[in-house]
């Protein structure tokens, strides 16, 4: 049976936003409670959160929800860098197998779809080993589902390649979800500017 995993790095600066973002009150609670809720609300088996050390009140937040917290021992220059000490703490704790798949969505979406997150799900476990990319309406989004085997290529990429050079060498497959989520921009937006933060509360 193929297992789960979800992977959200939060080790970001939030320079844009000018100051930490992910525990910004949206509707009452921290922004990055809203993005793990939706991953709680769908089917994934386990979910990992990478957090920058020093960042100790975000990791609390984290903790105290009950989800997994990976502290780097130095700060991850990028993204890719902050999958691959997810990915590392997935290896040597769960031991998934080559049939099992993990995903990847920003820490600031709060719109993140359930639905769509088991849709990618459904389509994995009936034809594994695929990347998946859900679409609304033409248009690209998060989170994308890749096979474990590709877990192990990540590292390997070069310094200027990130997650998405690894998407495109295999050649994702889109998986329609208009049926799911009419409002797209709600669905894939993700909040980077004080500007998309108070487009959220409108």
């Not at 979406?109 to 990347?131: H, Q, V, Y």
């Amino acid at each position: 049976m193929q297992r789960s995993f979800a992977l959200i790095p939060a080790a970001g600066h939030s320079t844009r936003m000018g100051r930490p973002k992910l525990l910004l009150t949206v509707a009452g609670q921290p922004l990055i409670v809203h993005t793990i809720a939706a991953w709680r609300q769908s089917r994934v088996e386990r979910i990992v959160v990478i957090v920058r050390p020093g960042d100790a009140p975000l990791a609390e937040v984290v903790r105290d929800i009950g989800v997994d917290v990976v502290v780097p021992p130095v700060a991850p220059p990028d993204m890719k860098a902050s999958l691959c000490y997810g990915l590392d703490y997935l290896s040597k704790n769960l031991r998934p197998e080559p049939t099992d798949c993990w995903l990847v969505a920003p820490a600031d979406m709060p719109g993140l779809s359930p639905a769509i997150i088991n849709r990618l799900l459904d389509e994995s476990e009936s034809n594994p080993g695929r990347i998946l990319i859900p679409t609304l309406f033409g248009r690209r989004g998060h989170p994308v589902l890749l096979p474990w085997t590709l877990a192990s290529e990540l590292p390997s990429l070069t310094a200027n390649e990130g997650l998405d050079a690894l998407i495109d060498r295999h050649g994702p497959e889109p998986i329609a979800c208009d049926d799911l989520e009419p409002n797209a921009a709600q669905a894939f937006a993700d909040i980077d500017t004080p500007e998309d933060l108070r487009g959220l509360a409108e």
